[in-house]
């Protein structure tokens, strides 16, 4: 009934972008927190780019800032990632979760983990 769904991913050249969704199902999102956070393989959880639920409150690691973009349509019910200049450590298995409260952007104080969309960049 309450489920977080990644899609959008694919294999892309470095140099190119993607724009990924997340959309919630059985309940909305519109007073939740939404995070993205990539898992390579062999490696942790870390966090991409998270957002408050008005948007007040936006985060972006190091490692993505100036070439991704949070953004929400909540009448869709969605949260968008925009990738643009993608890199191959951008490669991994992209999920999204929310959360309640006033979250730091750390895999451990989100929840609801959809099963996750993979993205490869190629060099």
């Known amino acids: 009934q309450v489920q977080l769904v990644e899609s959008g991913g694919g294999l892309v050249q470095a140099g190119g972008s993607l724009r990924l969704t997340c959309r919630a199902s059985?309940?909305?999102?519109?007073?939740?927190?939404v995070g993205w956070f990539r898992q390579a393989p062999g490696s942790e959880r870390e966090a991409v780019s998270c957002?408050?639920?008005?948007?007040?409150?936006?985060y972006y690691a190091d490692s993505v800032k100036g070439r991704f973009t949070i953004s929400r349509d909540n009448a869709a019910n969605t949260v968008y990632l925009h990738m643009n200049s993608l890199k191959p450590e951008d490669t991994g298995v992209y999920y999204c979760?929310?959360?309640?409260?006033?979250?730091?952007?750390?895999?451990?104080?989100?929840?609801?983990w959809g099963q996750g969309t993979q993205v490869t960049v190629s060099s």
């Open positions: 059985g309940f909305s999102l519109d007073h939740f927190h």
């Open positions: 979760g929310d959360a309640l409260g006033q979250p730091q952007c750390v895999p451990s104080q989100y929840g609801d």
């Open positions: 957002t408050g639920y008005n948007d007040g409150y936006t």
